[in-house]
């Protein structure tokens, strides 16, 4: 059964910044393309970071240069460093996993950016 369990989200000055993880299992992480969407209220879901299993990357233009992506094959893990929040970034957060059975998605961590 395939597993992407989120963490990390939370509350955080405008400027600050969070760490975001996503724990695999059930599947081959080291072998899957790992991605990263948000959703904010009232908007489609949109595509913030990806990344290859070879740790080939692509950020979105709204977060360039402010957030990466990144893996520990040995830990099932991927993670999304944000730094310089903004208001805008505001937004449930997931992860997903492309798997010989579809793409699979997390349950999502909440980030909230307000002072």
């Known amino acids: 059964q395939v597993q992407l369990v989120e963490s990390g989200g939370g509350l955080v000055q405008p400027g600050g910044s969070l760490r975001l993880s996503c724990v695999a299992s059930?599947?081959?992480?080291?072998?899957?393309?790992m991605s990263w969407y948000r959703q904010a209220p009232g908007k489609e879901r949109e595509l913030v970071a990806s990344?290859?299993?070879?740790?080939?990357?692509n950020h979105a233009d709204s977060v360039k240069g402010r957030f990466t992506i990144s893996r520990d094959n040995a830990k099932n893990t991927a993670y999304l460093q944000m730094n310089s929040l903004k208001p805008e970034d505001t937004a449930v957060y997931y992860c997903?996993?492309?798997?010989?059975?579809?793409?699979?998605w997390g349950q999502g961590t909440q980030v909230t950016v307000s002072s």
């Open positions: 997903s996993a492309d798997t010989v059975w579809g793409r699979k």
């Open positions: 059930g599947f081959t992480f080291s072998t899957a393309y």
């Open positions: 990344i290859t299993f070879v740790g080939d990357s």
